[in-house]
């Protein structure tokens, strides 16, 4: 499934257009048994706390490692997205392989991405061990795996997303501005628009 969407920006920005994009892994919700919750979980969080114009880009994939590691791909290397956030297939299970689908993509790990998810969940509840979320780059892009449950993704992606936007300007990616009181970005004064 392919869904993209565009966004204006909030009034005031001096961010530059981003592109992102979501990826869902279920094998659920791609096959339609299951409404997928853990996208529309992010997508609210761009609308919200993104205030540079953006296109966001749509997938939701089973949990095959090989059509995991097709779309992040595509995300990256076709579509060009700046960002690429999955959701799902973090956990223990046997058919959970999201993590090493995007070790395999990426050039370069993150750890940190992992290791600050971890903290915020363990913060509500002790399964947050059993997490293997990670982070890493692609090129020009940065990818990282958030929890399935939308409430999770909310507690982590309002945090973690501090730290995305100066990653993407250490990429060469475009400058995105935030929505401060939603989830204020951090860059040092020299790398600031505002």
Not at 11 to 21: F, M, P, R
Request: net charge negative; glycine share 10%.
């Amino acid at each position: 499934m392919d869904l993209t969407q565009h966004f204006n920006g909030h009034t005031g920005h001096v961010g530059d257009h981003a592109i992102i994009g979501i990826v869902t892994v279920s094998d659920r919700a791609s096959s339609g048994t299951y409404n997928d919750e853990g996208g529309p979980a992010i997508l609210s969080f761009i609308k919200e706390g993104i205030a540079s114009p953006t296109t966001v880009h749509y997938r939701c994939v089973p949990d095959e490692q090989s059509i995991i590691e097709a779309a992040l791909i595509e995300l990256c290397d076709d579509i060009g997205c700046h960002v690429v956030v999955t959701t799902g297939g973090t956990g223990p299970a046997l058919r959970d392989v999201t993590p090493e689908a995007t070790a395999r993509v990426c050039d370069k790990l993150l750890p940190g991405f992992g290791e600050q998810m971890r903290a915020i969940s363990l913060r509500y509840v002790p399964t947050a061990i059993l997490s293997r979320q990670l982070g890493g780059i692609r090129g020009k892009s940065l990818l990282f795996n958030l929890p399935g449950r939308p409430k999770s993704i909310r507690e982590t992606i309002d945090e973690i997303w501090k730290a995305v936007p100066y990653c993407v300007d250490l990429i060469d990616g475009p400058y995105i501005d935030t929505v401060d009181n939603v989830c204020k970005a951090f860059r040092p004064k020299s790398a600031l628009r505002r």
